[in-house]
């Protein structure tokens, strides 16, 4: 029997996309200006708990304004988690930055509290100024431990700029992934928990910060009739029939987080005696954007093959940025957890529109392909 192909994260509609669309459209607002951009940034900041949100147009385009809004340019150093995608990291390039990564623990393999704390003063020892700002990312939609990374921002006033591209719909403490440090961002792309295709949004409490945004956003256009720019800005703004998506998957975002989480539990119940799953500490709640688990080293490779084998697409965890040729010459303050987690951590298929019959046929395949490599 020939099966479909398995996705790892696909997109999923509603069906009332159709509705928000076609809205969009008979207003012919089809520019990157509009009322549902509005919409849009309204629905975000009331689900975050948030006084201003600005969409993008994608989610690293929100982090380089958000660095950019904090301040960030030529000669600056700016930490950032080394176990992550290369989007956090590369808006600090942009900015004429420099980054300095800082490696995992293990409850929650997001930044390690006590190595950002090392590597701030081990900067300030070598440079003579402290970082810039802070990026600290929520990975695979699991909540760092920002109230520890909160407190050492802080101690030395640095500002942080949350990520939470993965983590929508995640809390810590019971409050929304985003909303902790001075700006927060996330991303809308294709593989993400509710999608527009592309796009992205700041999020922050601070006027200041928000204004700026969306000014450097809108090419730093001057408030005058003509065009006038006394500083480079950005054509970063966000379509209005994108944001039309947008209107319509906030109103299944619940859904999709549960049905997420759902996915995590059955395959953690499956397999909990083939691989090795991360729980949530305490007061986290994850969206369980991905489920990833880790198996032993070497095998992940073997692994992902054999599910290709059968149409299934799985992906090795994140290569840390402080393995990245690109970033070969950045410091880097590392435990070797996120060396390992490249090692042995492998993502599965994790969309909510998989059925359990999907699932158990994923299941199958990787009991059987451990089973076999065991003996």
């Not at 080394?82 to 980054?99: L, M, Q």
């Not at 993965?166 to 902790?180: K, N, P, Q, V, W």
Request: aromatic fraction near 8%; charged fraction near 20%; charge should be neutral.
């Amino acid at each position: 029997m020939s099966h479909p192909p398995i996705y790892l994260s696909p997109p999923h509609l509603s069906g009332a996309e159709f509705e928000t669309v076609n809205e969009a459209l008979r207003s012919n607002w089809v520019a990157p200006v509009g009322p549902m951009v509005n919409q849009f940034e309204a629905g975000l900041a009331e689900i975050l708990k948030c006084h201003y949100v600005v969409a993008t147009s994608s989610g690293t385009s929100a982090i380089h304004l958000a660095l950019l809004s904090l301040g960030v340019g030529h000669g600056d150093e700016v930490v950032c988690a080394t176990f992550t995608f290369c989007a956090s990291a590369n808006p600090i390039v942009y900015c004429g930055a420099r980054p300095v990564f800082v490696d995992s623990e293990r409850d929650t393999w997001n930044m390690d509290p006590e190595l950002l704390h090392a590597a701030i003063e081990d900067r300030i020892r070598k440079t003579g100024k402290k970082p810039k700002a802070i990026i600290v990312v929520h990975l695979y939609g699991m909540p760092a431990k920002i109230d520890a990374l909160v407190k050492i921002a802080t101690q030395f006033d640095i500002p942080i700029v949350e990520d939470a591209a993965e983590a929508l719909g995640s809390r810590y403490d019971d409050r929304a992934l985003g909303t902790f440090a001075e700006v927060g961002i996330l991303s809308f792309n294709g593989n993400k928990i509710i999608t527009t295709s592309g796009g992205g949004a700041v999020c922050t409490s601070q006027i200041n910060v928000a204004s700026r945004v969306r000014y450097l956003r809108d090419d730093a256009k001057q408030p005058v009739p003509h065009y006038e720019h006394t500083e480079i800005g950005y054509n970063y703004r966000f379509s209005n029939i994108l944001a039309a998506l947008g209107c319509a998957q906030l109103r299944v975002l619940a859904e999709r987080v549960a049905r997420r989480r759902e996915i995590f539990n059955y395959y953690r119940q499956a397999l909990s005696n083939q691989l090795e799953f991360l729980t949530e500490p305490p007061k986290a709640f994850s969206n369980r954007w991905l489920t990833v688990a880790l198996h032993a080293p070497g095998n992940i490779e073997g692994l992902r093959l054999e599910l290709a084998k059968h149409k299934i697409e799985s992906r090795q965890a994140w290569k840390p940025m402080h393995l990245q040729p690109v970033f070969a010459d950045a410091p880097y303050y590392g435990n070797g957890v996120s060396d390992a987690l490249f090692q042995t951590g492998i993502c599965l298929p994790s969309g909510t529109a998989l059925t359990n019959s999907d699932l158990e046929r994923i299941v199958t395949i990787i009991r059987q392909y451990v089973y076999e490599n065991s003996k």
